[in-house]
């Protein structure tokens, strides 16, 4: 089965500076999906960015970026310019080809500093 | 606002019992994919539903069911509760059969078993 790992329960970030956040996951497909999805405290999750394996290309949301190393099998979540509003849980998941799987990290809870 | 939408808010039921829960898809979604969320832990994926068949399950046993309606609407039944069922119970809705795209989540049933 897939696996998703984040590996920082907690991170904090000044407001205006930028911090990463990491995620690897294992596989055997070499087609997949992975996303960020935003938690905020008592409201919906929200998609943040989504990548397709087969894109060698980053990709990019306004102030959100993914370092996306398919062999590393990593992909981390930049976010730049961090602003008050970007405090909640982040959770990195894992979208099989098919579409009929999906799994979650455990989730980073980012606090950002004002 | 996504559009998605869930009752009830709160249940509170008893172990052995069994709860139906709801899920209305946004308008254009006829997907819906169903996530278990324990306290501190990120989701987990039960099933997804793409019209009106079940189209991916997660590691769940058989007493958790789901149905979806010609309107895409969705329940997911549990018999039998046990006292680990307790969770935050997210639906999400979807185009295309396929949650490798964007998925819009509800805010949840907050599922208390004593």
């Known amino acids: 089965a897939q696996t998703v790992t984040q590996s920082q329960p907690e991170m904090s970030v000044q407001e205006a500076e930028t911090v990463t956040l990491s995620c690897t996951y294992d596989?055997?497909?070499?087609?997949?999906?992975l996303f960020w999805y935003k938690q905020p405290p008592s409201r919906q999750m929200i998609l943040v960015i989504r990548?397709?394996?087969?894109?060698?290309q980053n990709a990019t949301e306004n102030r959100f970026s993914v370092n996306f190393q398919k062999a590393a099998k990593s992909f981390s979540l930049k976010i730049s310019d961090s602003q008050l509003g970007d405090a909640a849980m982040y959770f990195c998941?894992?979208?099989?080809?098919?579409?009929?799987?999906?799994?979650f990290g455990t989730g980073t809870s980012l606090t950002v500093i004002p | 606002e996504t559009g998605v939408t869930q009752s009830p808010t709160h249940l509170i039921k008893t172990r052995g019992q069994q709860v139906t829960l709801r899920c209305s898809s946004q308008?254009?979604?006829?997907?819906v994919s169903w996530y278990q969320q324990a306290l501190g832990q990120g989701p987990q994926f039960i099933f997804q539903?793409?019209?009106?068949?079940?189209?991916g399950r997660g590691n769940f046993p058989p007493r958790f069911s789901g149905l979806q309606f010609p309107n895409y609407s969705s329940e997911l039944n549990v018999n039998a509760l046990e006292l680990d069922d307790s969770a935050l119970y997210l639906c999400?809705?979807?185009?295309?059969?396929?949650?490798?795209?964007?998925?819009?989540f509800g805010p949840g049933t907050r599922l208390t078993v004593t």
């Open positions: 539903y793409y019209r009106e068949e079940e189209n």
């Open positions: 990548q397709e394996a087969y894109k060698q």
């Open positions: 999400a809705s979807s185009r295309g059969g396929g949650i490798r795209y964007e998925q819009y």
């Open positions: 596989t055997s497909e070499s087609d997949y999906y």
């Open positions: 308008s254009g979604h006829n997907t």
């Open positions: 998941a894992y979208c099989s080809n098919t579409g009929n799987q999906f799994y």
